[in-house]
């Protein structure tokens, strides 16, 4: 008891510390870029360049403090999940021109493969968020070229949604700490300047609100598949 108390404390610590860390970032660079450009009358375009800059690392913390936001008010018990028949295989391709278009941006083609019909009890808005956020992974973890395929099994009475990439991968090691929040692995940060370790976190927190579960799996350097599992309507 008062070891699983301790642990949940130094959990706390050490999210608060992580925050500040992120935070803390974005802020040092926009100071600095800033202190520096003052420091001397320079040509419009410079200044150009430094609030282009400046709204890069605002967009950064923004969606870092969104997505604060939201798992702080989801472990509060805020969050509002709607509970309606939601078709997945619809959905799968109601994103599948975004998910092309996202793909585009990084050289990376998202097909979509098996799809057969599942209906689940849920938040549409929400599946939708999950789904896109594995996606973005997905690509952003592919390498030119690379492909992404996005696919929905029945199995029994669930449904197995997955997204599949040919990218960097992720060390054995390392799989059971990917839906930490804020983790990333050195791979990801390498290869990936952008990202705030937070997505999956939220993606874990929506399956397991939809009592289901996401899975994954991975070779290093030769790809990743994530699964979420749902339990399925009766038909
Ligand atoms: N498709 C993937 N391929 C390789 N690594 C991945 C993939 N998806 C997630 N990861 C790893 O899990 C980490 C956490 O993912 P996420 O919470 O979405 O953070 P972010 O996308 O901001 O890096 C990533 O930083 C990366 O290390
Ligand atoms: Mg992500």
């Given at each position: 008891m008062i070891a699983r108390l301790e642990a949940s404390f130094r959990q706390v610590r050490q999210f608060s510390a992580d925050a500040s860390h992120e935070l803390r970032t974005?802020?040092?660079?926009?100071k600095g870029e800033a202190e520096l450009a003052l420091r001397r009358p320079r040509p419009a375009e410079d200044y150009r360049q430094v609030l282009e800059s400046t709204l890069e690392e605002i967009?950064?913390?923004?969606?870092?403090?969104?997505?604060?936001?939201?798992l702080s008010r989801a472990d509060l018990g805020e969050v509002a999940i709607e509970s309606l028949p939601v078709r997945l295989d619809a959905?799968?391709?109601?994103?599948?021109r975004q998910a092309a278009v996202l793909g585009?941006?990084?050289?990376?083609?998202?097909?979509?493969?098996?799809v057969e019909p599942a209906v689940v009890q849920g938040d549409e808005l929400r599946l939708r968020e999950l789904l896109l956020n594995l996606v973005d992974n997905a690509v952003k973890y592919s390498r030119p070229g690379g492909k992404v395929?996005?696919?929905?099994?029945?199995?029994?009475t669930t449904?197995?949604?997955s997204v599949t990439d040919q990218g960097i991968g992720i060390a054995p090691e390392e799989l059971g700490r990917i839906f930490d929040r804020f983790y990333r692995t050195d791979a990801a940060r390498a290869h990936a300047k952008k990202g705030t370790?937070?997505?999956?976190?939220?993606?874990?927190?929506i399956a397991e609100?939809?009592?289901?579960?996401?899975?994954?799996?991975?070779?290093?350097?030769q790809g990743s598949k994530f699964t979420v599992v749902l339990p399925v309507v009766h038909d």
């Open positions: 974005p802020l040092t660079v926009i967009d950064r913390m923004t969606q870092i403090v969104d997505e604060l936001l939201f959905l799968v391709e109601d994103i599948q585009q941006e990084h050289g990376v083609q998202v097909t979509v493969g098996t395929e996005i696919a929905l099994v029945r199995e029994g449904a197995r949604l370790g937070l997505g999956l976190s939220i993606c874990k927190w609100a939809h009592h289901g579960r996401i899975e994954a799996q991975s070779t290093m350097g």
